[in-house]
């Protein structure tokens, strides 16, 4: 896709997030699409290939967050993947500082030549655990936000995100259409871990029909240190 075929696009959707943007900013996004895409021949990054769905599915969708985020927060991403929601965000907030957390060296590896490429600040990417970086006392209870995007159910979802979030943090999780199962079968986990649900916002991604639910929980009060439990148990055995 060219360059000015992209900015219409993009500039097109973003009105209807109500989001305006600079022009060097909708550069950055567009070398970023060209990094995915030539990279993702080698690596698997992302299913979605073609540029107009790169941009509602992956720019657009992780924008609808942004404005949940007040001025110069951390953010921890977990399950980041191929950047998303944590790049976008920080493209066009450069008042924010974003830690990217994912399990595979060679998505951190794609993600660190992102971040150099389009001369980013104030952004990490980290190989690593959910589970295990929420013990670890330099990410513990550290960040305003974490946020996620469409990678566990509620329950097991808390226990990745809530341990690295401060007192009064939130957690914004990004999930899909139907949750009032989901919500249900949370709210126990997110009490056990120290939170409380306050909001859960539902939108439709413009000019489609992608539903979406965007959860907000607050942190009240510090996660009991036996938690996160080792890998592998918050997805097999989620807090009841």
């Known amino acids: 896709m060219e360059k000015e075929d992209f900015e219409k696009i993009f500039k097109r959707y973003l009105e209807k997030i109500q989001i305006d943007i600079e022009k060097e900013k909708i550069e950055k996004f567009y070398k970023y699409m060209n990094i995915l895409?030539?990279?993702?021949?080698?690596?698997n990054l992302t299913a979605i290939t073609n540029p107009e769905e790169i941009i509602l599915k992956h720019f657009i969708d992780s924008l609808t967050i942004e404005r949940?985020?007040?001025?110069?927060?951390?953010?921890?991403?977990?399950?980041?993947?191929?950047?998303f929601p944590g790049i976008p965000l920080k493209i066009f907030r450069e008042d924010i500082t974003v830690t990217l957390v994912d399990s595979l060296n060679k998505r951190i590896k794609f993600l660190e030549y992102v971040i150099d490429k389009l001369n980013l600040k104030n952004i990490q990417a980290?190989?690593?655990?959910?589970e295990e970086l929420?013990?670890?006392k330099n990410y513990r209870e550290k960040y305003d936000i974490a946020t996620s995007r469409a990678v566990a159910n509620l329950s097991t979802l808390s226990e990745y995100l809530i341990p690295f979030i401060k007192i009064n943090g939130?957690?914004?999780?990004?999930?899909g259409p139907d949750v009032e199962e989901e919500i249900?079968?949370?709210k126990n986990a997110i009490k056990v871990l120290?939170?409380?649900?306050?909001?859960?916002?539902?939108?439709?991604?413009?000019?489609?029909d992608i539903k979406r639910n965007i959860i907000t929980i607050k942190k009240l009060e510090k996660t009991?240190?036996?938690?996160?439990?080792k890998p592998g148990t918050p997805s097999k055995e989620p807090i009841a």
């Open 224 to 229: 009991p240190i036996k938690y996160p439990r």
């Open 126 to 130: 980290i190989h690593g655990r959910a």
């Open 68 to 83: 949940y985020i007040n001025r110069s927060e951390s953010i921890i991403d977990i399950g980041t993947g191929a950047g």
């Open 170 to 175: 939130r957690c914004i999780c990004m999930k």
């Open 37 to 43: 895409l030539e990279w993702n021949k080698n690596i």
């Open 194 to 208: 120290g939170g409380k649900i306050i909001k859960n916002d539902f939108l439709t991604l413009p000019n489609s």
């Open 184 to 186: 249900k079968n949370g």
């Open 134 to 136: 929420g013990k670890n």
